[in-house]
C-alpha cells in the first residue's frame, strides 16, 4: 500500500537569520539529529543537537548546540555536517574559515553533544606551495562521515594550473592526518569544475575498504557544466 508519513516534530530558533537547517544528518540508529546554523551569531554559526529517547519522542539535547572553539564572524560554522553511524561523533564544515588564507575553510571533528571543542582539520599545500595558497578554497564546503572515514571537499581549490578545478581530503578519526588528496587526473582537470562539491563515502571490510563519491557539477567532459560523478575505491587502508 501507500506509506502514511506524519510530521513528528519541528526544531526552530527564534535567533533572526541563523538558516537553521542549512545542512542536517541523523545517526543510522535514528535516536540522534545534527542540524547547522550557519548564518547565526554574525555568521560564526552554530550547530544543534536533536535526541530521540527510543520511544518516540524527540527533544532538543541537553547541551543545545555547539559552536566553533575559534568562531570569527562569517566563517560560517556549520555549512555541512555528517553524523558517524552511532551518533557519537561529528564532522562539521567551516568552508569561510581564514586560518590557511581567506576562506580557506576549515571543518571540525568533535563528539556530539559538545558545547565546543574539538580537532581542526585545515587544508594543506600541495608540493611546491607556499603562503596563503589555500585563499578560497572553501574547504568544508561539503563534508561525509561513515565509521573511521571523514571526507571534506574543497570545490575552489586551484591545482594543475587551473582556478576552482577542485579537491577532496580523506582522514582517519584513529589519526586525523590527512590520509589522501583526491582530485581528477591531471589531464582531464578544467577550471570551475568544482570537484568536491558534494562528497559520500562508505567504509567497510573491518574499515579496509572505503568507496569515497565526488559530485562535479561543472564538469565539461561531455558538454559544458554538464557535470559528473567520480567514484575512487581504497582496499588498503588498514
Known amino acids: 500500500g501507500t506509506p502514511t508519513w506524519v510530521e513528528r516534530y519541528t526544531f526552530t530558533t527564534a535567533l533572526a537569520g541563523a538558516a537553521l537547517g542549512t545542512a542536517v544528518d541523523i545517526s543510522d540508529d535514528g535516536l540522534?539529529?545534527?542540524a547547522g546554523a550557519p548564518l547565526e551569531n554574525g555568521g560564526r554559526?552554530?550547530?544543534y543537537y536533536y535526541v530521540n529517547n527510543g520511544s518516540g519522542v524527540w527533544a532538543a539535547h541537553s547541551?543545545?548546540?555547539g559552536t566553533s572553539p575559534d568562531a570569527d564572524?562569517?566563517?560560517?560554522?556549520g555549512s555541512a555536517v555528517a553524523i558517524n553511524e552511532n551518533g557519537g561523533f561529528v564532522l562539521v564544515g567551516?568552508?569561510?574559515?581564514?586560518?590557511?588564507?581567506t576562506n580557506s575553510g576549515a571543518a571540525y571533528f568533535f563528539a556530539w553533544g559538545s558545547a565546543t571543542g574539538g580537532t581542526k582539520l585545515l587544508p594543506t599545500f600541495d608540493t611546491g606551495e607556499s603562503?596563503?595558497?589555500r585563499a578560497?578554497?572553501?574547504?568544508?564546503y561539503s563534508v561525509a562521515f561513515d565509521q573511521n572515514m571523514l571526507v571534506v571537499g574543497a570545490p575552489r581549490d586551484d591545482h594543475s594550473g587551473k582556478t576552482d578545478a577542485g579537491s577532496v581530503y580523506v582522514f582517519s578519526t584513529d589519526n586525523t592526518a590527512q590520509f589522501a588528496k583526491l582530485t581528477k587526473a591531471t589531464i582531464t582537470v578544467r577550471s570551475f569544475d568544482y570537484f568536491g562539491e558534494s562528497v559520500s563515502v562508505d567504509s567497510f571490510s573491518a574499515r579496509n575498504s572505503v568507496v569515497v563519491v565526488v559530485g562535479t557539477p561543472g564538469d565539461d567532459h561531455l558538454a559544458e557544466n554538464a557535470g559528473a560523478v567520480y567514484v575512487f575505491r581504497s582496499d588498503s587502508m588498514n
Open 32 to 34: 540522534r539529529i545534527v
Open 94 to 101: 567551516a568552508p569561510f574559515d581564514d586560518q590557511a588564507g
Open 131 to 133: 603562503g596563503s595558497v
Open 45 to 47: 554559526g552554530a550547530v
Open 73 to 77: 564572524p562569517n566563517d560560517r560554522f
Open 63 to 65: 547541551t543545545a548546540k
Open 136 to 140: 578560497g578554497d572553501l574547504f568544508g
